[in-house]
């Protein structure tokens, strides 16, 4: 049996965070009197910066190339190329429109010819590492490497990096959603009777304590490496993964932290707490590298509940809503859904993958078999 290809839902994820980034902030919907195809004729925009050429172009990149990938993983062959060119063309087109009835943002024929360049490059890289042979070697590489049924682990594991350039308010803490959704469900519901029905917490919120914090961090450098536990049965495997995987952890903060504050504090985050709980991480991940995939399972299970629990049991800093509005309303606003929603979601869908894997039970053993991306 052929392992399931991840190109397909990570590509349905991708677009759906582009869609979210094209029409944010979803308000004051409205007819202006223009058709929503009218900016194709239109003349070229006369002002633009070199930020929004690369960010419309590699925005769309990622999407072309991975539903080229799941194409060339198709029986019989489609051309992936064309088709997957096809597809992010027609999503921009279609966002473009939509555009013209949200007043804060504008339709524009270039974005829509950098997107569908953008579309085109990524299928054409998917293309070319297809006819070069390194996909097939990465097929091989994840038969030997994880379990047949990895499929929804190795999307987590993909989308982790990237929830990660999201402001976060404790170093590798994702998830903390509570504050924000009680404050717009109040909204939502002000002037009806239903707002009566929100409960009211007795106490506020406290902010985390140092050894709070520092258990936030070891969880949140934990629970990636315990869900890579849960698809990789060899220990050595194991701690190599481990580490590529801690790296790229606090690679992505220290590149949230540069876009957030500026180059020069890209480390300002690693206080005190924030390097005991990466060591206690480091601990821990050497510790468990003998526990079976199961155990793995259930213990990531435990670390996404108690990471969330402390996170959404804490305010928001008014630091961190200050810089949550360089990203909403700066220069990122094109990057801004696409990895706020990665951030406030990933915990919550790593929490339903490991309990549905808790539900099916364990696998058996089998041999490795040739795996598709």
């Not at 990096?161 to 717009?184: I, M, S, T, Y």
């Not at 206080?271 to 005991?276: A, D, G, Q």
Request: net charge positive.
């Amino acid at each position: 049996m052929a392992h399931k290809s991840s190109a397909w839902p990570l590509a349905l994820i991708y677009a759906a965070l582009i869609v979210y980034a094209s029409l944010y902030p979803f308000a004051d919907w409205r007819d202006q009197g223009l058709a929503p195809w009218s900016f194709l004729w239109a003349p070229l925009p006369r002002y633009w910066t070199g930020f929004d050429l690369a960010a419309n172009v590699v925005g769309y990149g990622p999407l072309g190339f991975l539903l080229a990938l799941g194409l060339l993983r198709t029986r019989p062959r489609w051309p992936a190329v064309a088709l997957a060119t096809l597809a992010g063309g027609g999503l921009s087109l279609l966002l473009e429109s939509l555009q013209a009835y949200l007043p804060v943002r504008v339709s524009s024929n270039l974005d829509l010819g950098l997107n569908l360049l953008g579309a085109g490059a990524g299928a054409a890289v998917a293309w070319t590492l297809e006819r070069l042979g390194a996909l097939d070697r990465w097929s091989r590489f994840r038969a030997r490497w994880f379990d047949a049924d990895a499929r929804g682990a190795l999307v987590l594991l993909a989308l982790w990096p990237a929830a990660l350039l999201f402001p976060a308010p404790v170093p590798l803490g994702l998830g903390q959603v509570l504050e924000r959704a009680e404050e717009a469900l109040a909204e939502w519901l002000a002037d009806t009777p239903f707002l009566e029905w929100l409960p009211l917490r007795e106490l506020e919120l406290e902010p985390l304590l140092p050894g709070a914090e520092l258990l936030c961090v070891m969880l949140g450098a934990l629970i990636p490496c315990l869900l890579g536990y849960s698809v990789i049965r060899a220990a050595g495997r194991r701690l190599l993964f481990a580490v590529v995987f801690v790296v790229l952890g606090l690679g992505a903060s220290a590149l949230s932290a540069a876009l957030s504050y500026g180059p020069a504090h890209a480390w300002a985050w690693l206080s005190v707490p924030v390097r005991v709980g990466l060591v206690a991480a480091a601990i821990g991940s050497l510790l468990l590298l003998p526990v079976p995939r199961r155990g793995c399972t259930a213990l990531a299970l435990l670390a996404l509940v108690l990471h969330l629990s402390l996170l959404n049991h804490a305010p928001t800093s008014a630091y961190f809503a200050q810089t949550l509005q360089t990203w909403e309303q700066g220069r990122f606003i094109r990057f801004h859904g696409l990895a706020q929603w990665l951030g406030w979601l990933w915990p919550f869908a790593a929490l339903a993958y490991v309990l549905l894997r808790l539900s099916r039970g364990e696998a058996p053993e089998e041999p490795a078999r040739r795996a598709q991306t």
